[in-house]
């Protein structure tokens, strides 16, 4: 991330994909500046149903879903990721960002 005051410096923000990151410590900063959101992601954030998704579709690859021990091996993963969108969901509502619809290709 760039500062736009001082672009010659990087800004380290310490998120990094980590899954054990605490959800008290999550920095939006990275979010700074995005004033709105598909609508149909919010609402597969919002139906509660991102987990089931992810499973089905991480299925689709047997040699990454058998490497990973099947859903017994990304339970903990993917409990994670679902509460991460929940987080994300309630700063979307909280500041009360913009929803667009997609744009068909």
Same mark, same amino acid.
């Given at each position: 991330?760039? =500062?736009?005051?001082?672009?010659?410096?990087?800004?380290?923000? &310490?998120?990094?994909? $980590?899954?054990?990151?605490?959800? &008290?410590? *999550? $920095?939006? =900063?990275?979010?700074?500046?995005?004033?709105?959101?598909?609508?149909?992601?919010?609402?597969?954030?919002?139906? @509660?149903? *991102?987990?089931?998704?992810? *499973?089905?579709?991480?299925?689709?690859?047997?040699?990454?879903?058998?490497?990973?021990?099947?859903?017994? @091996?990304?339970?903990?993963?993917?409990? /994670? *990721?679902?509460? =991460?969108?929940?987080?994300?969901?309630?700063?979307?509502?909280?500041? $009360?960002? /913009?929803?667009? =619809? &997609?744009? &068909?290709?």
């Amino acid at each position: 991330m760039v =500062r736009s005051s001082d672009p010659s410096h990087l800004v380290y923000i &310490d998120n990094a994909g $980590n899954l054990q990151h605490p959800e &008290d410590k *999550l $920095n939006f =900063r990275l979010l700074e500046g995005i004033d709105g959101f598909p609508e149909s992601a919010v609402k597969v954030l919002a139906s @509660g149903c *991102l987990q089931n998704m992810l *499973l089905k579709s991480l299925q689709m690859d047997p040699v990454f879903w058998e490497s990973q021990g099947g859903a017994q @091996g990304l339970k903990q993963v993917l409990q /994670t *990721l679902e509460q =991460r969108g929940q987080v994300l969901l309630g700063h979307i509502q909280k500041h $009360n960002l /913009t929803l667009f =619809r &997609d744009e &068909d290709p």
